[in-house]
Structure formats: structure tokens, C-alpha cells
């Protein structure tokens, strides 16, 4: 359960995206004092957006007609997601401004329309596949080891930031074809395992 946990933690900030930028933008401007603190957020928000999902997830398990739903709703998600990323192109435009990317940093710490999907693909996972006993206390330990890999990925972002997002801008088309290929095994282990 650790391991995957926080192998899920590095996974879900390994892409280039709006909170990563915030961690290089404070370290470019060397605000070590904001960047603990903006990492202590990110790890806060993430805390209540995956406790909150997975345990209203679980809970809506127990009725089997709402569990087949929930079952067939992720397959969806998935295969959306396999699509999204197969025909996705990447975004060429950056936003030069640090306080912009700040903004939009902060903005996305709030509201972050990925968490639900991400969250609701990931209690699909862990019940289709039994990670571990679905308790309140097994979910919080869950989340915490989690955590620690949202922690290790923006370090490392920290660390090595402008490497990681410019190979990645170069890699983009292939990591995301990768991705898809990846979306739709999930998926069809989900499928399998319903059918």
C-alpha cells in the first residue's frame, strides 16, 4: 500500500503543470520561506481533495447498483483521458511573469478539476484490485504516504525544475501517447474485472 501510495504522489505532479511552475518560480526568485509554505498547501489541499473523494467514493460502494455506476463512470473517465492525451498536441504558450504564474499556481491549488477524475479512477483501483483494507484509518495512511511523494516530486521539480520542464516540453508527444497506452490497460483491467 506505502509503495504504491507514493508512487501515486510522484505520478500525479510529474507533469509540467500549473503548481509545479509555482515551485520552480520561487526558487528561481530564491523565496525559500514562501516555497515551504506553498508546498505545505499544495500537500494540505491534496489531503482534502483525496480524503474527501475516496471517502465519499467508499462509502457509495456499498450499494451495488451505485458500484456498478461508479465502475462503468471510470471506464469512461479512462478511456477520455487515453483520447485526451493520445490527440493532445501540448501547450506552446508560457506565461513569462512569475506573478502570473503565481496566480494561476494558487488558483489551481483551490481549484483543481483533475483532482475529482484522478481521485475517483484511483478508489476504482484500489477496490478492483484490494491495495488494502477500505478503513478510515488504512485511507488516511494512504493519503499521508501519498503525500510524502507529492512532497519528493515538488522537491525535485525545485531542484531541477527548468531540466524536467523542458525535456518534458520536448517529450510531451511521446510521454503522452504513453499515457494513453497506459489509460486504456487500466481501463481494461477495470473492464475485465466488472465483466
Given at each position: ?127 478492483t484490485h484490494h491495495w488494502f483494507d477500505i478503513t478510515l484509518a488504512n485511507i488516511f495512511q494512504f493519503i499521508l504516504t501519498y503525500s ?26 511521446t510521454i503522452n501517447k504513453i499515457m494513453a497506452i497506459i489509460y486504456v490497460i487500466i481501463c481494461l483491467s477495470i473492464i475485465f474485472t466488472?465483466?
Amino acid at each position: 500500500m506505502f509503495i504504491i501510495a507514493f508512487l501515486l504522489g510522484l505520478y500525479s505532479y510529474l507533469m509540467p503543470g500549473g503548481i509545479n511552475l509555482g515551485v520552480v518560480s520561487l526558487i528561481d526568485r530564491k523565496e525559500y520561506r514562501k516555497l515551504f509554505v506553498y508546498i505545505l498547501l499544495v500537500v494540505l489541499a491534496e489531503i482534502v481533495y483525496s480524503f474527501s473523494i475516496l471517502y465519499l467514493f467508499f462509502n457509495l460502494q456499498e450499494i451495488q447498483e451505485v458500484k456498478k455506476i461508479i465502475e462503468w463512470v471510470s471506464v469512461v473517465l479512462l478511456f477520455s483521458m487515453a483520447i485526451w492525451s493520445w490527440f493532445d498536441k501540448g501547450n506552446k504558450k508560457s506565461q513569462s511573469s512569475s506573478k502570473g504564474i503565481m496566480k494561476r499556481a494558487y488558483l489551481l491549488m483551490i481549484i483543481h478539476p483533475q483532482q475529482f477524475i484522478y481521485w475517483f479512477i484511483v478508489g476504482e483501483l484500489i477496490t478492483t484490485h484490494h491495495w488494502f483494507d477500505i478503513t478510515l484509518a488504512n485511507i488516511f495512511q494512504f493519503i499521508l504516504t501519498y503525500s510524502v511523494g507529492v512532497i519528493g516530486c515538488l522537491i525535485c521539480y525545485g531542484y531541477i525544475g527548468f531540466k524536467i520542464i523542458r525535456f518534458f516540453s520536448l517529450k510531451t508527444k511521446t510521454i503522452n501517447k504513453i499515457m494513453a497506452i497506459i489509460y486504456v490497460i487500466i481501463c481494461l483491467s477495470i473492464i475485465f474485472t466488472i465483466v
